[in-house]
C-alpha cells in the first residue's frame, strides 16, 4: 500500500525543482550589475529588423536547436559602443521563444565565443561579434516590467 503523505511529497519536491529550474533560467539582474559584468559587452536597446531562422549545433553533439541571425535598430545604448544597426546571433532556450520582427527589447549581451562563431558558421577572428540568447534574459520585450526595473531611470546614450 502506498502512503499518500510520501507520495505527495514526492509530487511536491519534483514541482518544486521544477520550479527552481525554470526560475533559475532567467535570473533577474540589475543595470549596476550587468554594467560591472565582465563578460557583459553591451546593453541597448532597440526594435528587432529582420531575422533570419537558423539551425545551430548544440555542444557534445547532442543534436541541433533553433536560433536566430538578427538586424537590430538601436536607439539607445547603456553599455558598450553600438551601432545604430547591429547583428545580434540568437540562441533559443528553453521556452522555445524566438524574436520577433518589429518588436522592441532590451538587448544584454556578450562577444560571440570561439564556439558560438563555430554554431553560426562565422570564421575565427577578433571583430566583435554580439551574442544574446534566452537563457539569462538577455533579450527582454522592452515593455516588460523586468526591462524597466533593469534601466529604472538611467538615461541612455545615443548608438554611433
Given at each position: 500500500?502506498?502512503?499518500?503523505?510520501?507520495?505527495a511529497?514526492?509530487?511536491?519536491?519534483?514541482?518544486?525543482?521544477?520550479?527552481?529550474?525554470?526560475?533559475?533560467a532567467?535570473?533577474?539582474?540589475?543595470?549596476a550589475?550587468?554594467?560591472?559584468?565582465?563578460?557583459?559587452?553591451?546593453?541597448?536597446?532597440?526594435?528587432?529588423v529582420?531575422?533570419?531562422p537558423?539551425?545551430?549545433?548544440?555542444?557534445?553533439?547532442l543534436?541541433?536547436?533553433?536560433?536566430?541571425i538578427?538586424?537590430?535598430?538601436?536607439?539607445?545604448?547603456?553599455?558598450?559602443?553600438?551601432?545604430?544597426?547591429?547583428?545580434?546571433?540568437?540562441?533559443?532556450g528553453?521556452?522555445?521563444?524566438l524574436?520577433?520582427?518589429?518588436?522592441?527589447?532590451?538587448?544584454?549581451t556578450?562577444?560571440?565565443?570561439?564556439f558560438?562563431?563555430?554554431?553560426?558558421?562565422?570564421?575565427?577572428?577578433?571583430?566583435q561579434?554580439?551574442s544574446?540568447?534566452?537563457?539569462?534574459?538577455?533579450?527582454?520585450?522592452f515593455?516588460?516590467?523586468?526591462?524597466?526595473?533593469?534601466?529604472?531611470?538611467?538615461?541612455?546614450?545615443?548608438?554611433?
Amino acid at each position: 500500500m502506498r502512503h499518500p503523505r510520501k507520495v505527495a511529497t514526492a509530487v511536491g519536491f519534483v514541482l518544486v525543482a521544477r520550479a527552481q529550474l525554470v526560475q533559475a533560467a532567467c535570473v533577474e539582474t540589475t543595470l549596476a550589475q550587468d554594467l560591472t559584468h565582465p563578460d557583459i559587452v553591451a546593453i541597448f536597446g532597440g526594435s528587432v529588423v529582420e531575422t533570419t531562422p537558423v539551425s545551430i549545433p548544440l555542444p557534445e553533439n547532442l543534436g541541433q536547436t533553433a536560433a536566430q541571425i538578427v538586424t537590430g535598430q538601436v536607439v539607445g545604448v547603456w553599455k558598450g559602443d553600438v551601432p545604430r544597426e547591429t547583428l545580434l546571433y540568437f540562441r533559443v532556450g528553453e521556452a522555445r521563444r524566438l524574436l520577433e520582427a518589429g518588436q522592441e527589447y532590451l538587448f544584454i549581451t556578450s562577444q560571440l565565443s570561439r564556439f558560438g562563431r563555430q554554431q553560426f558558421g562565422i570564421p575565427p577572428g577578433d571583430d566583435q561579434r554580439l551574442s544574446t540568447n534566452e537563457y539569462g534574459c538577455g533579450a527582454v520585450p522592452f515593455d516588460t516590467a523586468y526591462a524597466r526595473r533593469v534601466v529604472g531611470e538611467t538615461r541612455a546614450y545615443p548608438p554611433r
